[in-house]
């Protein structure tokens, strides 16, 4: 076998020129590899320019052309993941993530920096990749094991996918490397409270609340004290924590009343927007010619069991749930972006052909498939997002084949269990920071789908949270026929398979655990507190067959 043997740089060039290597091919070769990292340096910035000015499109493509120029550099592949990842091209973006993991595992005890681990692990994490991002978790662990970040990473990794037992230890530790952080205290109260003494958990939270570093942790604070409360018990005090919290979280908003008004002023427009006429307009023979599956879509308001639901029909081999998914948003956007019109969907909707409709179809499809790949055409897609329920009027008019799947609890439950919770603020959710805001949204939302549950083309079925629960089988049987697949055996199961899997919603601990009943009518354990919003709430107790739930 030859080797290839570098000339002497004094000896003649082997290339034939006559001239010395050194200033012949020699030469050649240095100005070559100057001008290779002046290219890769020119990518890279105009890469970090792009993503700064959010022009993703151009951050993928310089990405692509540095991960070409050098395919074993885990950042490079990393960053191209993410771009891909924020222009909604999930399933291929995850991909690049993936591969960028598995060149860092092997790069990363040489190059001994934990901290592309933790960001890399952090961003796997995020889209869902639980696996990948605790191997990484761990790696960044074993380089830096008294290092507070790498533990704190490896710590709500463990959480996020409910291993507790193993998060605990972990956590203890972050907090005698930090004994004052805000946010690693909270982390180790709720580990405590679950594992060890609620009132040792307390006492650490009262500690994060008197220190007030920081506002936001402060507020989060007072609500995981509201939720050790009331398993303690103590009903009345851990409404005013939750009270507490919710005017923190107030405060802190980045949203202005205006802000505040647009969820009831975009429901105002749809309910007067969406009669039948535009409900009924292009009939489901019309459109099915497209050969396009027929979607469903799972909604109800927030709190409702939809995130129960989602993880009972994702563990069927014939269908796939989605987690939060926000195509339905985006199919809006596209809608306003077709018909010039913003702020209105029924006003959009009207001016367009079947060509146009067929064409947001096409979309959302399109979409589906960069998402959660190929697999959506072969199997029943379930689209799960309770905030859709207020697109309910584009989703009938665009999909009349479709079949919608609508989760009812008790409103004084879903109310309650709504002022318990910390969501990530956005217009759709400030208004749930506080005890009024939240019956006047649920009011708006669930008036909505009474009046327009029967002029949709698409066929529903409204599923109880009280029945999944009581009468597992029977209920979900029901809904599995709705759907049209049978009933299989794994279903039974079902919180084994998310006992490992990242969920997005704040229902990701409860549906890692076999059916339970504590979360039934716990709004009697509050019933005083009910009085300031029982007028908004009756109509739908009654409604909805609840009114003689210990009412």
């Known amino acids: 076998m030859s080797t290839s043997v570098k000339p002497n740089r004094n000896a003649p060039c082997p290339c034939g020129s006559g001239k010395k290597y050194k200033v012949c091919c020699a030469n050649r070769e240095s100005q070559d590899a100057t001008k290779s990292a002046i290219d890769l340096q020119w990518l890279h910035t105009k890469a970090q320019q792009a993503v700064a000015g959010s022009n993703f499109a151009d951050a993928e493509q310089y990405f692509r052309k540095l991960s070409v120029l050098k395919p074993s550099d885990a950042y490079y592949r990393a960053s191209l993941g993410q771009a891909l990842c924020w222009l909604k091209r999930k399933k291929e973006g995850v ?119 920081d506002p936001e942790q402060t507020a989060r604070a007072w609500l995981e004290k509201a939720i050790i409360l009331d398993k303690l018990g103590r009903f009345d005090e851990a409404f005013t924590s939750m009270s507490m919290a919710g005017d923190k979280h107030a405060a802190i908003s980045p949203f202005n009343p205006e802000q505040r008004e647009m969820i009831f002023d975009t ?61 339905v948003h985006e199919l809006t956007q596209e809608l306003e972006r077709i018909s010039g019109v913003t702020g209105d969907h029924a006003k959009a909707l009207r001016p367009l052909t079947i060509n146009h409709i067929k064409q947001l179809r096409q979309f959302y499809w399109r979409r589906m498939r960069e998402e959660f790949g190929e697999e959506v055409m072969r199997r029943q897609v379930v689209d799960k997002n309770a905030l859709n329920t207020i697109d309910l009027g584009v989703i009938s008019v665009v999909f009349p084949e479709a079949k919608i799947l609508f989760a009812l609890r008790d409103p004084r439950d879903v109310c309650l269990s709504c002022f318990m919770q910390a969501f990530s603020p956005s217009p759709a959710t400030i208004n749930l920071s506080s005890w009024n805001g939240i019956a006047r949204q649920y009011a708006a939302v669930m008036s909505y789908w009474l009046e327009i549950r029967d002029l949709i083309q698409p066929s529903y079925l409204e599923l109880r949270y009280e029945d999944t629960v009581t009468d597992f089988e029977a209920a979900y049987q029901r809904v599995f026929e709705f759907l049209g697949v049978e009933w299989h055996a794994s279903v039974n199961k079902f919180h084994e398979r998310a006992k490992g899997r990242y969920i997005s919603t704040p229902s990701f601990a409860a549906v890692s655990q076999p059916i339970y009943n504590s979360s039934l009518n716990r709004w009697v354990n509050y019933r005083n507190h009910f009085d300031t919003i029982s007028l908004q709430l009756q109509p739908f107790i009654e409604a909805f067959g609840y009114a003689v739930n210990l009412g």
């Open 267 to 327: 429901l105002d427009r749809n309910r007067g927007g969406f009669d039948q006429n535009l409900l009924q307009r292009w009939p489901v023979e019309s459109l099915i010619d497209d050969g396009l599956p027929a979607p469903a879509f799972l909604l109800g308001f927030l709190r409702s069991g939809t995130t129960l639901t989602e993880q009972v029909l994702g563990s069927h081999p014939k269908l796939l749930a989605t987690d939060e998914s926000t195509i």
């Open 95 to 213: 991909g690049q993530l993936l591969q960028a993991a598995r060149l860092l595992e092997r790069q990363a005890i040489k190059s001994r920096d934990p901290r592309f681990l933790v960001e890399l692990s952090s961003q796997l994490m995020h889209w869902g990749e639980a696996g990948m991002g605790e191997k990484l978790a761990r790696l960044a662990v074993a380089l830096a094991p008294n290092s507070p970040v790498t533990l704190n990473n490896l710590a709500l990794c463990l959480t996020r996918i409910n291993r507790n037992n193993e998060a605990l230890p972990i956590a203890q530790k972050v907090c005698q490397l930090l004994p004052d952080h805000p946010g690693c205290n909270i982390a180790l109260a709720i580990l405590e409270a679950q594992l060890l003494e609620r009132e040792q958990a307390l006492n650490r939270l009262d500690r994060v609340i008197e220190r007030n570093d």
